[in-house]
């Protein structure tokens, strides 16, 4: 709880800061809290109090808050050469050895790589490069960005307007040209008495005739998270990639995977789109590829996308586009060990290992009589509160049911996020069985009290 001295941090924090995505008047009544350090999958606040984080910072935090290897990459490469940019034909030794290797790590058998400092951006800089090169190659009307209805892409202007969330119209967003089909959530949106594989094939004509619609020639790419996160956890239904891209090809439509959380291991493979089946255009990545120990986005074009883009720019002699910090030396240096602590130290086979056990406790606590349903894939899940699990009926939104549930939880020292009537966990990769057990006793015990206050 927070303390309300004017010199308390919580009153500082309050009176200094502008906050973004937090619920102002419940961090009024409860104050903010403030961090001093993190150990493994713990952060501390000023008053000393631990909590097990469960979504791993923003799903990032993949190998814990203190991982010593990370930490001295950092050093070692602040000592070196502490940064630089990649504009005018430089670009340092650690930002080409990155891109080798995230070229190597992706699906793809050729690539290129352009750095970001963000998701955001990285989406941002993706749209551009479309609309670049629908302008080289002579066709300028190939504007239009298809994405989904709950899905996340991020807050710059453009990114904003990808995100389907309805929260965007408080800015005036979307823009112009960027258009929402439908979200692949079976148990909300799926229709009475149809399956699975009928709804699936009736986003797929949704989108085809959406397709159609705005006209073939005006759009150019469709982005989609392999699992969309802050949406609130949502797999995509049975057979949803292998049914709409033959329909993007059918036009020629990039399909872009925005793979900002689930790339580099979160779903059990490198990327999403492996553990689903299809192969993009192009990978947006972001969060893990640092393990949240730098800020980076980078966008790997495969094989067709970097020939077009690398013809498209050579004939106007550059790509006139990137950020100061793109390719930070620093950054590049602890990607490369995050991926390499990732990959080969252990933490991608630990989320596999961890899953079945993640999977059963979400289950058991999906059993409780207000909860619709549990979903998830990898380590990333979702329980979904409702009033009446029958008729999948929520429950008002006054009632803040998952805020409450999280502030509950946070009170007991483990932080888990509220997203619409979800509950979200996204345990870090270092996650051990006995942290696991704590996290869901201490979810557990907050569901029920919480429920028992507002049924
Ligand atoms: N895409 C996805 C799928 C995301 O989850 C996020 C961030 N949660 C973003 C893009 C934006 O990333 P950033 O916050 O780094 O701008």
Known sequence: MRDDAPNSWESRADASSFYGFTDLPSVH??????????????????????YLDANSGLWNMVAGFDHPGLIEAAKAQYERFPGYHAFFGR???????????????????????????????ANDTMVKMLWFLGAAE????????????????????????????????????PLP???????????????????????????????????????????????AEP?????????????????????LKRYGIPLIADEVICGFGRTGNTWGCQTYGFMPDAIISSKNIT????????????????DRLQAASEAVEEFPHGFTASGHPVGCAIALK???????????????????????????????????????????????????????????????????IANRCTDHGLICRPLGQSIVLCPPFIMTEAQMDEMFEKLGAALKKVFAEVA
């Not at 802050?230 to 709409?244: K, N, T």
């Open 338 to 404: 995050a991926i390499d602590v990732v990959m080969n130290e252990g933490l991608a086979e630990n989320v596999r290992a961890l899953t079945p056990k993640f999977e059963a406790g979400l289950a058991h606590l999906a059993e409780n009589p207000n909860i619709g349903e549990w979903r998830g894939k990898g380590l990333m899940g979702a329980l979904e509160a409702v009033k009446d699990k029958a008729t999948k009926t929520p429950f008002p939104g006054d009632l803040s049911v998952s805020e409450r």
């Open 91 to 121: 670009m340092s030794d650690q930002t080409v050895m990155l891109s080798e290797k995230l070229v190597e790590a992706s699906p793809f058998a050729r690539g290129r790589v352009f750095y970001t400092n963000s998701g955001s951006e």
């Open 291 to 306: 393990a949240g120990f730098f800020p980076m986005g980078a966008v790997i074009l495969g094989p067709e996308l970097a």
């Open 138 to 173: 002579g066709h300028p009307e190939r504007r239009k960005i298809i994405t989904r209805v709950n899905s996340y892409h991020g807050v710059t202007a453009v990114s904003a307007s990808m995100t389907g969330k309805p929260y965007n119209s408080l800015f005036g967003l």
């Open 177 to 223: 040209g960027f258009i929402h089909v439908g979200c692949p959530h079976y148990w909300r949106f799926g229709q009475a008495g149809e399956t699975e594989a009928a709804f699936t094939q009736r986003l797929a004509r949704e989108l085809e005739a959406t397709i159609i619609k705005e006209g073939p020639d005006t759009i150019a790419g469709f982005f």
């Open 227 to 247: 699992v969309m996160g802050a949406g609130g956890v949502i797999p995509p239904s049975e057979g949803y990639f292998q049914a709409i891209q033959p329909v």
């Open 29 to 50: 009544q409860r104050g903010t809290v403030v961090l001093t350090h993190g150990k493994g999958p713990y952060i501390y606040d000023v008053h000393g109090r631990a």
